[in-house]
């Protein structure tokens, strides 16, 4: 079965470089846009073979070749291969996002969805983001809600818990109370903030958003 690690664990490389970028960014703006490192994590147990116009797209991807990187996973996208046109679509969905392209990103992720990439908590917190980012909060809430469940599945499965997928569980509940507070929702919001917090309670750069929460 052919897979997206290749083109997933470039978004790790990304992330990396542009994490150090992001440091005099939004805390808050930071969450959403961390989760291109647990993509990568996702990949790691569906090893496969990829096709090499998949490969030549994962390579300029990772060289931040968006052109070119957009043309090897639009020709695999168009590929009679549903798998292969899955990872296209995944491809290509990655690139715009990481162009900002949130539109695009969501729409090539709903794509590769519909040609049957199964969905992981990685995939539908990237979606999620997207829609986040785009400002269509219902839709963010409901891959976010998705991923969330996926997430503790997952960990739930497991007899140590795994920090990588502990800290994109704790992104997704952050996200989450973005989205609720973005759709007015304040009751839930707030529910969702003390369930953070009391889960989380090192993690100090949400005081002014709970203190926020308060006065609705």
Known sequence: MKTIFLILFTGLKIWIKKRKEAKQTNPSLLKKKRMVLVIAVSAMCMIAGCGN???????????????????????????????????GYCGLGMTYYEQKQYDQALEMLEKAFDNGTVKTAELCNLAGTSALCKE?????????????ALAEEKQGNKKQEDKKQETLLQEMKYNEIICLEKTADWEMAKEKMSEYQAAYPEDDSVAKEAEFLQTR
Do not use: H, N, P, R
Not at 59 to 85: M, P, R, V
Not at 136 to 148: F, H, R, S, T, V
């Open 53 to 87: 116009t998949v490969k030549d797209g994962t390579e300029a991807l990772e060289q931040g070749d968006y052109d070119t990187a957009i043309a090897s996973f639009e020709e695999a996208a168009g590929s009679d291969d549903k798998e292969e046109a899955a990872e």
């Open 136 to 148: 269509d909060y219902a839709k963010a809430l409901e891959y976010i809600q998705e991923g969330i």
